[in-house]
């Protein structure tokens, strides 16, 4: 007994209790809950997820902002201030720091609650049976006790025991690592079990339905699921793109510059001996004017902005970082189902192995797509929409499911005088498992010899070439008490002849994978079909084919070998899901940015590996569950589209690190070079800060900003070694007209240390807030237009900065008006300051154009 109880034991640390002591209710108990008592359990259980995103309130989610170092120091410095009687810095440090987090708190919940939105209208949902009645949910609505339907495809929504089942293989590699599926039946859970792939009469949630279809009562959900439990360890955050990774690094290099600037500042103002809490909060406020605060809200909200866009377009953004991975694509590898075609498959050839018309095919085609109870393909549908065949007469007994390396599918069936297994599949697969075929007219199965392998071969190519996807049909005799079909009976079949397949080509194809092209992105054909069949299809629509690579031919190369291959191939041909993976691989190692387009179970993987994964609207939820973004139509022209939108957005973001890394980096590097000749601050620190948020109110409407054809024409990365170069160019011509203000200051205008300080807060906003209208575009800026909210907002900050010194408001920062004889030569500065940017900018791309 003690071993019995220690074993039971080690069974509940994989297994939930629930399921040792669960007892299966009778499969009669299918009716479901009540309407009623579904909004009840939920409220009691609360939604199907792993934890509730919206548990923080909002004002804990404003408080968190506060975490950052630098708002802290800030708030320190202002405490400071009070303490030493400092009333006035106190007040406008506080009113600083609470606009700055205020904006950024504002723009990025806004953005995020926008995001949110569109994620749920393509969430996954669960088909349970309510009210008696079977219907769609979404998976955060399921609760305990309701019954749901599972069919191959679907994405398991909760942890449950299996009431009925058939031929039910799932996918569990999430929880238990194992690759291969598990068959899944009603019942108890055996005494022995100790694992939790043991569990044969329960089905987890985040599982994958392989084949076969189910019913389950659901037992547990959310957090208290097998997978809720390692949540964490399996749903964290995805890798970041590599544009996170370039923001990041951005970030990085601003800080250290930061970091060196502001210790060299505290350094020289020591040795100068200035005042220690005027010299602290200069340095603090020095930190804040050179870190890109307002980098996480544009790019948040320039994202957002960028699905909200796409949305329009019919394209959902589950990702918000995949926007710009989209745009940096410049290889898309897709199916030619959908994409190069409509759809809309039709049977039109049943043919025995001689050529020739036969019902005796289209009944054993028919035969085997009604009974298989698999994830049915659009070829299974065609078969079963092209005529009613009576099948009454026929009980099925078993299945062997199709997988992707067998491909094929096979069905035992009954008749009542006998059993025959039925199969179906890729041609060559299924004409090299035949020892026999027949003949209309002749009772007699013919054997398979290399003459007649060789006719049915042409056969078969003939099809293919004139445009048809070809399955073969096969079946044989098997003993009346043959029970269990497995793959081992797939074997010594009689061949019966050819389905063939015609799925139109798509008029619009074409075209949209010419204008991908001149947009620069490469499309790549990766599908399971023939070669043939594929150069048909694209010889109907004029698409060049540049290079074939066939399933066979990977198998046989290595990575090395591939990556060489895939770069000049567009076809590749007869694929199973592991080599697609391994191509979408190969072009990634060769630094393409990859993106996949695909619908199905075998999928996913691909889906995963891609820099940016894509699918539609009808895909099954395995795939939509992987995929970053949503097609609401399967059409090219709707993703180049994204492509282009996700380009802006991409191009907004630029703008806003371009002026961190040259006018505003370039004031405040002039601001610690003014501490070793001055012997007062060169600007007092709340007046920094005011310089900052005016300045980060400036920017604001940069997501709002057009973004010119230039820059869409060709797919872009974040290169680190671009911007400190563009950097290392614009910067230095701020900080020469800062110095020249310096000396217009000191020696044309013998201003004192309050007007000195006025001037050059003056200066610094008006340069540093203009310059955006040369940086914004590549080109004329009288030619491109900035957004008239981008404008306005500009010119009301250069109009605040010019007149502020004369208000009340001014003299608490303390500021003075100055003469008149400054605006003329301030204006003047401006004029020749934006001259020389624009000269500078068009040499720095022509030099960059190449790369860039």
């Known amino acids: 007994m003690k071993k019995s109880s220690a074993k039971r034991k080690a069974a509940t640390e994989d297994i939930p209790n629930w399921w040792l002591i669960q007892q299966v209710k009778p499969t009669s108990d299918t009716t479901g809950l009540s309407s009623t008592e579904a909004r009840l359990r939920l409220a009691k259980f609360g939604p199907n997820l792993f934890r509730d995103h919206q548990q923080r309130s909002l004002i804990l989610q404003f408080l968190a902002r506060f975490k950052n170092p630098l708002v802290i120091l800030l708030l320190v410095a202002s405490a400071i201030s009070a303490f030493t009687g400092e009333m006035t810095n106190f007040v406008i440090i506080t009113v600083m720091v609470l606009l700055s987090v205020t ?83 009603p019942g108890v859970l055996a005494a022995d079990a100790t694992e939790l792939q043991d569990a044969t009469n329960a089905v987890f949630m985040g599982t994958t339905v392989i084949s076969g279809s189910a019913k389950m009562r659901v037992v547990k959900t959310g957090t208290g699921t097998a997978i809720g439990g390692i949540a964490d360890s399996l749903t964290g955050q995805p890798p970041p793109t590599a544009f996170e990774i370039g923001t990041h690094r951005f970030g990085l290099l601003i800080m250290r510059l930061t970091i060196l600037l502001v210790l060299f500042v505290l350094l020289v103002n020591a040795f100068m001996h200035k005042p220690w809490l005027d010299s602290f909060l200069f340095a603090v406020a020095l930190a804040v004017g050179l870190t890109p605060e307002l980098l996480p809200m544009v790019v948040s909200v320039t994202l957002s902005r960028g699905a909200m866009h796409m949305a329009k377009k019919r394209v959902i953004v589950k990702r918000l970082a995949s926007i710009q991975n989209l745009g940096s694509m410049d290889v898309l590898c897709t199916d030619k189902t959908g994409t190069l075609t409509e759809a809309k498959i039709r049977l039109e050839q049943h043919v ?187 010889a109907e629509l004029n698409i060049p084919v540049t290079g074939i690579l066939t399933g066979k031919d990977i198998a046989q190369m290595d990575d090395s070998a591939l990556r060489i291959k895939v770069e000049t191939a567009n076809l590749f041909c ?119 948020i005016l300045y980060d109110l400036s920017e604001v409407p940069i997501p709002l900003d057009e973004v010119d054809q230039e ?33 217009v200051m000191l020696v044309v205008l013998k201003a004192n240390e309050t007007l000195f300080q006025t001037g050059w807060f003056v200066e610094s906003l008006c340069t540093q807030v203009l310059v955006i209208f040369v940086i914004r575009t590549r080109g004329n800026p009288f030619k491109s237009r900035a957004h008239p909210i981008l404008v306005a907002t500009s010119l009301t900050v250069v109009a605040i900065a010019a007149a502020l010194p004369f208000t009340p408001i001014g003299t608490y920062f303390g500021f003075v008006p100055p003469p008149a004889q400054f605006y003329a030569i301030l204006a003047a500065m401006v004029v020749v300051y934006l001259a020389i940017v624009e000269v500078a900018k068009r040499v720095f791309y022509r030099l960059h154009r190449e790369t860039h």
């Not at 089942?165 to 599926?181: C, H, I, M, R």
């Not at 020739?356 to 289209?362: A, G, K, M, T, W």
């Open 574 to 692: 007869r694929v199973n899901p592991s080599q697609k993976d391994r191509v979408i691989l190969a072009l990634k190692a060769r630094g393409h940015v990859v993106g996949y387009m695909g619908d199905g179970i075998n999928d996913a993987p691909s889906l995963h590996s891609a820099d940016v994964g894509i699918s539609v609207d009808s895909a099954v939820d395995v795939a939509k569950e992987a995929a970053d973004m949503i097609l609401l139509d399967q059409d090219l022209n709707v993703l180049l589209d994204g492509v282009l939108e996700g380009r802006r957005t991409f191009g907004n973001i630029m703008k806003y690190i371009m002026m961190g890394t040259s006018s505003n980096f370039g004031n405040m590097f002039s601001m610690a070079g003014a501490a070793l000749f001055l012997p007062f601050l060169p600007m007092l620190p709340t007046q920094i800060l005011l310089n900052n």
């Open 103 to 185: 904006l950024d708190f504002v723009q990025e919940h806004r953005a995020g609650k926008a995001a949110e939105s569109l994620r749920h209208s393509v969430s996954v949902r669960a088909r349970v049976i309510r009210d008696g009645k079977v219907i769609d949910v979404p998976v955060t609505e399921v609760v305990p006790g309701d019954i749901t339907v599972l069919s191959a495809g679907d994405m398991v929504p909760a942890d449950g025991l299996v009431l009925e089942a058939q031929d039910l293989f799932v996918k569990q590699a999430l929880l238990t690592g194992e690759s291969y599926p598990v068959e899944k039946h």
């Open 352 to 538: 025995d192995p001689q050529g020739q018309p036969s019902e005796r095919v289209l009944e054993l085609a028919y035969l085997n797509s009604f009974f298989e109870t698999g994830l049915k393909s659009p070829l299974d549908d065609a078969i079963l929409a092209h005529e009613d065949i009576d099948v009454s007469a026929w009980k099925k007994i078993d299945e062997v499911p199709f997988d992707f390396e067998r491909r094929r599918v096979s069905v035992l069936l009954d008749k009542g005088n006998g059993r025959i297994l039925v199969v179906k599949g890729a041609s060559e697969e299924i004409i090299g498992l035949c020892t026999h075929y027949e003949e209309q007219g002749n009772a007699d199965q013919i054997p398979l010899d290399k003459a007649s392998r060789e006719r049915i071969h042409a056969e078969h190519i003939g099809l293919e070439k004139e445009g048809f996807r070809v399955l073969g049909i096969a079946w044989r005799t098997v003993p009346q008490d043959h029970s269990d079909a497995v793959i081992g009976d797939e074997s010594d079949l009689v061949f019966a002849g050819f389905a063939g397949f015609l799925d139109p080509p798509k008029a619009s194809a074409g075209t949209a994978l010419a204008a991908l092209k001149e947009w620069g992105v490469a499309v790549k054909i990766v599908t399971g079909d023939s070669e043939l069949v594929t150069q048909h299809v694209c």
């Open 711 to 743: 820059e869409l024409r060709k797919p872009r990365v974040l290169d680190m070694n671009f911007i400190r170069n563009f950097m290392l160019v614009i910067g230095p011509i701020s900080s020469i007209f800062d110095f020249l203000t310096f000396y």
